[in-house]
């Protein structure tokens, strides 16, 4: 899970410009999808309806020794939900090679309810996400790729294709996207993070990860905010809404006040027992 620099503070705007969050049964359910596979092993999520973390180790001696590694995938269901995926290959002495893959494919949706009757039907939202890729290898490398498709802002994407082919690198895309919502639909998103590797002989290694996190909150500038609420289908956990910017400074001032005061006492004490 990685921490951004400039996405911490859209969480803290997102705080400030959310309606408390919810769960309705009025949407279709959210799935999820993981899979690790290398060589001729396999681990899958057991349950569609369940956010999970599967992982594989294979050794090159489980594999004729044509190559091993090990892999992850790991699907969110905690807002803001994330898809993630993680390989790591190693060549062996077969030159039949060892090939791998790592995937999540998770789908949720969104609504926007309004919690006073008589409120405008179009709400302005941001739609914010983060996704990042990073592939390295001694050999020629395939697609590894974080993509969000959704039936409101279309498809985002960030992968290792630099335009003449798949290379190797690091890359990383932010995504805050002003858009109309209307009161009342569904809207749909797809976290696809996928990666790929084959190679062959004793020296070969192949490392990648790739991962995405969007998240919806209403417009800072939109002044009825207050009056709906974001809800997410069913097999999504909300968490409670970031405190109000002023809200922080208070606690902050209070923390500052209480230690100032207990300085303040300790030195009295002192001053008494001298």
């Known amino acids: 899970m990685r921490t951004s620099h400039s996405h911490l503070s859209i969480l803290l705007i997102a705080g400030a410009c959310l309606a408390p969050a919810g769960v309705t049964d009025s949407l279709s359910p959210a799935t999820f999808d993981e899979y690790v596979g290398i060589g001729g092993f396999s681990s899958s999520g057991s349950d569609p309806s369940i956010a999970e973390y599967v992982d594989l180790t294979v050794s090159p001696e ?5 190559g091993g590694g090990a892999g992850f995938a790991e699907a969110g269901d905690t807002l803001p939900v994330t898809a993630e995926a993680v390989l790591d290959l190693v060549g062996g002495a077969n030159l039949s090679g060892i090939g791998g893959t790592a995937a999540v494919l998770s789908r949720y949706y969104f609504t926007i309810e309004e919690l006073d009757p008589g409120t405008p039907d179009i709400v302005p939202i941001i ?61 749909r998103i797809d976290l696809y ?5 084959h190679g062959a ?23 009825l905010r207050d009056q709906y609420r974001i809800a997410y289908s069913s097999g999504i956990v909300e968490v409670a809404p970031v405190p109000e910017p002023s809200t922080i400074l208070l606690v902050f001032a209070g923390i500052s006040c209480l230690s100032v005061r207990k300085v303040r006492q300790t030195r009295m004490c002192r001053r008494s027992a001298s």
Do not use: C
């Open 201 to 223: 002989g004793e020296d070969y290694f192949f490392d990648s990860r790739t991962f995405i996190d969007p998240m919806v909150f209403f417009d800072p500038n939109f002044a």
């Open 62 to 66: 489980d594999w004729a020794d044509r």
């Open 127 to 187: 739609f914010s996400a983060f996704g990042s890729v990073s592939v390295d290898s001694n050999q020629p490398v395939g697609w590894t790729f974080a993509r969000i498709t959704t039936n409101i802002v279309g498809q985002l994407q960030v992968d290792n294709n630099d335009g003449f082919g798949y290379t190797t690198g690091y890359w990383e895309q932010e995504w805050d996207i002003p858009v109309n919502a209307t009161v009342g639909q569904e809207y």
């Open 193 to 197: 993070a996928y990666t790929h590797g």
